[in-house]
């Protein structure tokens, strides 16, 4: 009997597709939001590098109703970055070449679910992805490995499972699920000073392709 393929569970901005959303910008309004209701509780140049998850978090905790307001500007800002967002380059052929092989390929975002599926299919790359699991169904988003967990209960049977992303969250949700991270993009050095180590780091999603897998 052939042993299961392996699992290849891949971000989504700016490892499937150059969105453009200004994370910088939205991580800036939420601290002004937070700002607004309370005392900010570190410098802002701290609270810049918080995952965006833990900025709303706290602006909840502080002042409840402003949560939907955190959540309001940043589906503000995904929407203006998707509304330019373009393949990253080689994506298409990449992601076919390992489906035809026999991968199992999956997407988690910690973008929303409707505006996820609509770029996908707007690329054509819905097709090749067999679970696709957002920010609307996890009890906590990266770098909190629930929705890695939760990719790895609906996929078939794997080998051996990796997370394909761009971000130190990424390589961080990798770990903290016990599964492999291979960094993509020109960001390796930031990564890397956030404590996360990457089985292997491509800059070219076609390096993909020559990996050696079955290790």
Known sequence: MDAPPPLLIFDFDNTLVDSRIDFAAMRVALIDLL???CPLPEPRGALMHAPIADLVTRIGNSTPHLTVRAWATIEA????????AVPVPHVHSVLADLAARGFHLALLTNNARTATE???AEFGLSSLISVT??????????P???GIRLVMER???YRTAYLVG?????????????IRFVGFGPR????????VTAWAWVTDLRELLDLDWST
């Open 35 to 37: 700002e607004s209701s």
């Open 77 to 84: 800002f995904e929407a203006a970055g998707l509304a330019d």
């Open 118 to 120: 609509r770029v996908m």
């Open 133 to 142: 699991v957002t920010r609307d169904e996890v009890p906590a988003l990266k």
């Open 144 to 146: 909190d490995p629930a």
């Open 155 to 157: 996929a078939g049977p």
């Open 166 to 178: 761009d971000s130190w969250v990424d390589g961080q949700a990798a770990s903290r699920a016990g």
């Open 188 to 195: 390796r050095t930031e990564v890397q000073a956030r404590g």
